[in-house]
């Protein structure tokens, strides 16, 4: 399949997705600040971010990855409020095999109310329309918030990779739930 670029927003019922942007960082920041402790646990990245300007550098690093098609980070805003509410991306996406994977974090204040099982959808149908086939989401086997998002937007377990991925207490299993594309394939 040939290469394509997202749109820089994706508008949904009750959200926005904006290509990550320096706009954003300060609230990004307050929202890890709010969230830390209970974002930590699952996320590696977390305690990379000691200052706002880590938030800096890592927008910068995803507007190479975005360049380059490795990676589409986008940031999550309340339509309603405008807030800053968390993340998504594609990552992993590999156009000859028609695949991606999705990650994604909620500040805490946002979290049960739908916002991310919003996103994921949003973000799915954008990748599926444009030919992905396989898009697949990975969490350790105790972030059952992340594997509830998974299963609520219709991913299925695939499988349970043992003590795969290192969070802080040590190496978990990691969980792959995965969605195939309802359109048929092409590209062959």
């Known amino acids: ?11 949904s019922d009750r959200i926005v997705l904006l290509k990550r942007d320096h706009d954003h960082d300060e609230q990004m920041w307050e929202a890890i600040e709010e969230s830390r402790e209970f974002i930590r646990e699952y996320l590696f990245w977390v305690d990379a971010q000691k200052a706002f300007e880590d938030v800096v550098k890592a927008t910068d690093m995803f507007f190479d990855l975005w ?3 490795k990676e589409w980070a986008y940031d999550i805003y309340s339509l309603d409020t405008h ?4 993340c998504i991306g594609a990552h992993a996406i590999n156009f000859l095999n028609q695949s ?15 916002y991310m099982k919003e996103a994921v959808l949003a973000l799915e149908k954008e990748l599926f329309e444009h030919g992905l ?4 989401i990975l969490c350790d086997i105790n972030n059952v918030n992340s594997s509830g998002v998974a299963k609520r937007s219709g991913y299925t377990l ?3 990779a043992k003590e795969a991925v290192y969070h802080y207490t040590g190496l978990h299993d990691l969980e792959t ?11 062959f």
């Not at 399949?1 to 508008?11: D, G, H, T, Y």
């Not at 086939?133 to 697949?136: G, K, Q, T, V």
């Not at 739930?177 to 590209?187: N, R």
């Open 1 to 11: 399949m040939e290469k394509f670029k997202l749109k820089e927003s994706i508008v």
């Open 158 to 160: 695939e499988s349970v």
């Open 177 to 187: 739930y995965v969605k195939f594309s309802p359109y048929p394939i092409t590209g």
């Open 67 to 69: 360049d380059t098609d």
């Open 133 to 136: 086939h396989r898009l697949s």
């Open 100 to 114: 991606a994977e999705l990650g994604y974090w909620l500040r805490k204040s946002e979290t049960s109310k739908g």
């Open 83 to 86: 807030k800053f509410i968390g």
